[in-house]
């Protein structure tokens, strides 16, 4: 293949890339992953069953899964089966400990809606919620977030699932051991604190949100000691998000979207280092090489 046609190709990925995500969030919406746990291997008929979906459209999601190596397709005196691979079961069934289902419904949900308009919110600089919802660009985070309480349940399962993924990553950014409290403000569900508490056998973390969230947070926490060093706090106050601007001027994947995502549905936007200096003598960020990096400021 020549060097043109291979960019060629490498293009052509990215402007259908949008129909793997939208395989993976059908399979996830529909609970396929959920039909298969345990080990299950099932005929499309089967699932189609289950799922209370048409067969040939399950046998093309089916296969479409497999393709993209979410599903193991296994085929025995001519009947197909389908199962989970490892990656599937361990972040797409739903209760699973690591799984990504809430994040995944969030994103399928809300985010895919959003980023229809993205030309809107580069040439109007500003979250599209009023495109998609009666909210407007101004709301509150919680009157663009929480319209629902079903809407409140589903955006906290997405950041309990995604934070769960990177919290080692911050946690262990910087050595901590020196402190002896923390407070995580906007922590929702305390999955941070949850990291920081099995990290640093001194630390006490205070995890400050919305009320409404810290009346949820209860049915996400592990049992434990550990969890005893954890208190929930109702708050009023702002909220910071971070993600941080990086020296290089060339974007990486994924962190250089996350400012597409921070403007879509937030109105945020990454900071440099140097904008946080305010009343601090020295602030340390690691770049974690996940979606959030980690700050430290001392004074
Ligand atoms: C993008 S989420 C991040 C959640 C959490 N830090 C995590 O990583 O899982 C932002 C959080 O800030 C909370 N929040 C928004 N406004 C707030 C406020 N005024 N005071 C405290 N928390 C707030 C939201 O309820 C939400 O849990």
Redesign the pocket.
Known sequence: MSNEEGSGQELLDLIKGFRRSKVLFTACKLKVFDTLKNGAVLTAEDVAGKINASVCGTEQLLDACAALGLLERTERVGVVGYGNTELASLYLVSEGEHSLHGFVTHYNDHIWDLFTHLESAVQEGTNQFHRVSRRRADDS??DS??PSKEAQLQ??RA??D??KLGAHAVATAFDLSGFTSAC??????G??AHRLVQEYPHLKVTV???PE?IELAPSFQPVGQQAARISFMP?????I?ESTKRKQHRATYPTGLWPKVLLIS?KGRKRAPAEWQHGFQDVRVVHTGGL?DAVLATR
């Open positions: 985070f919680k977030f929480y955006f906290t950041m309990h995604l934070t995580d403000l906007g922590g929702c569900t999955a941070l400050f949100d919305l969230i708050a009023g106050g702002i909220v998000l937030a959030l």
